[in-house]
């Protein structure tokens, strides 16, 4: 069955001899019809859903449900944050780690915070991510956050060699995970650094499992591919705003739709001060960064 | 004799030519068991627990893996480039040299894609971009392309050897309307693995210091300098240890010829410099680690140095005539350039292009000793691929080994 390949939970059991026997095992798969998501059609795509429900729900002793759902029509999503506002918490890094099921050992994060001087502006060679202080904000910086920027013309759905990663039809740069071939050409692309590899088997513990999934989104990822924010596609989807959003103390972080005239994210765009992260290199982010006040 | 009498000569014969040897051979052969043993045991770590035992992270997600890689590629190209004088020119001299450059060519494949093997992270995957079982991203993916383009190439060099291999051994003169069209096409198919591998770099505008339109032609430059390089030092050896006759004037013509691409390569490379430091754009700061550090990270300024140094040394050597006929100084400039582009084209184009990363951090990258294994490892592959296709190629282009039971089957066709 496609399945058995495609949702093999890591590459650590397997034996050096063995990685032949499942490449062998691959090719008569795909001769069934494993095909990447992208193919998938919707009615076999449920079934392998359910697939996927069964396992992890197995592995992590709890419920699991992995939603399907695609884009709905006449949303496109964009994002917007306030850099006059963010106070360098973290607080989104974390809430995304617990709602997007990543590794905690190896730790992987799909929001870096950099710390910036006040005075040299937005300056990629002078910021910080590894700021430490006892308390934030701290005077003379300021701190802007950086995930996926879910570009109109994103470099790395370019050059992915599998057509493992692409746009959906709401805006959302995804990752089909079972079709990552780790080759990490898109990490090199992408001028964000945004995307990352699970260098090591990721590890997630169960009682810290986020059962609430997406199967473009924050289902288990498997040592080998790479992984990225997904504008909490399960959330999104179903009409939520990504938990970064939510957790955000000061109200920095804005979510909406950009083809509603009356949205939060078109009020800004139309009226505040908005910038765009490396807008030389034409990516056409949807991620904007703005100055509320 | 038919075919199917032929081929299983053909074989026998050149399993007897591989399996016989002197003790340097057998020793040679021993070596390389013993690092293809010891890259497969890292390989097999690796596999198990992940790249995390490479020093690669998301900051720097290549490393020495795709630096070989590329390296290799413009050894593949440019031993088949040196076709072109002996083939338009019809020069005599280089052209017994040619099929050198062809088993070069097809053992330096061979690494290529080991080591693009080795870098991914779910090898048992490979398959997913294979036309027709999996899904390829075409033309959008250079990747794509160059995956393409390196397994044609293959296809195409190891046809020719093959064929005229298998014909010298029956003693039958290769086939033109084979071959000729065929080394035809792998000149314009050398040029484009490279260009391919370039465009690769070249295409990714997040880093500035491969989205530069100098690196293509800067590609095919440095490799008409380590192709030849290898190859030179190649059929010196052979001239030295098989009755194997190679004329001086080939062997000068083809140091001259790499003066001219050490140069160019050079000129290239300084134009770069010269574009980076005048304008000294915050794009110069790629260049400006590289060559002298930035703040304490001063890693990989002793590599750039030491490789200005080596093919600044090649080319006053071979653009000399009487430095390029002395055999000593020709050993030290093809061993000199040689190790100049390896680390110009290895870590000197990949670490540099990823450090600081897309967010400006710097990440010290140095290659563990699992990645050195492994490395090694393919090099030792690839070394035995083409020692041991020397093996059957030498002899039975001397003439010392043939499998025509009737002599007169020779010059009946």
Redesign the interface.
Known sequence: MATEEMHESG??R???AS?AA??AA??LA?ACGN??LY?IPKDKLRAAVAEMEKEYSAKYGKAVTVSDAGPMPGVVFAYALDISRCVGCRRCVYACVAENNQSRD?EVQWI?V?SMDKSKGI?????D?YYQPETVPQDGRFYVP?ACQHCRNA?CT???????TWTEKDGIVVIDYD???????C???????A???????PTLPSDQVNPDMHVLGNRPR?????EKCTFCIQRSRAGRYPACVEVCPVGARKFGNLLDPNSEIRYIIENKRVLLLKQE???MPKFFYFYGT | MSFSQKFPRFVTGSVQLVTRGNTTYWVWLAVLAVLILSG?DA??AQ??????V?A????V??GFYIGNFTFLVGVAAAAVVLVIPAYVYDWKPIREIVIFGELLAVSAIVMCLLF?LV???????????LPG?????FP?????WD?IVLNLYFIVNFIVVTHILYRAFHGRHYNKKIVVPLVLLSIPMAVGIHTVTAF??N?????PYWNSSILAPQFLASAFCSGPAILLAVVLLLRKFTRFEIQDEAVWKIAELMAYATFINLFLHGSEAFKEYYSNT?HA?YTRYWFQGIGEHRTLVPFAWTAVLLNVTAFVLFIIPKARRNPVLLYTGCFATYAGCYIDKGMGLIIP??T??????IYVYYPTIAELRVAAGVFALGFLVFTLMLKVAVPILLGEFHGARDPRAAVTH
């Open positions: 590459i650590s397997r034996e050096f990685v499942a490449a691959g090719l795909t095909r990447r193919d190896p870096r950099l300056d990629f060679q002078d910021a991510p950086t470099p370019k050059v992915c060699p599998t057509g493992a079709w990552c071939i780790g080759c990490r050409y990490m090199a692309a992408c001028p964000y650094g995307r990352h590899f699970n260098w090591g088997k498997q040592q080998g591919v790479v290199l034409n990516t | 497969a390989f097999a596999v198990r627990h992940g790249l995390i490479t690669m992270r998301d900051q997600s290549w693009v870098d991914i992270g779910r090898p048992d995957r490979f398959w997913h971009l079982f999996g899904h390829m991203n959008q993916s250079i990747l794509a995956v690769l770099y295409g990714l505008a997040a880093r915050e700061l292009g990823l600081p990363d897309a967010l400006g951090e």
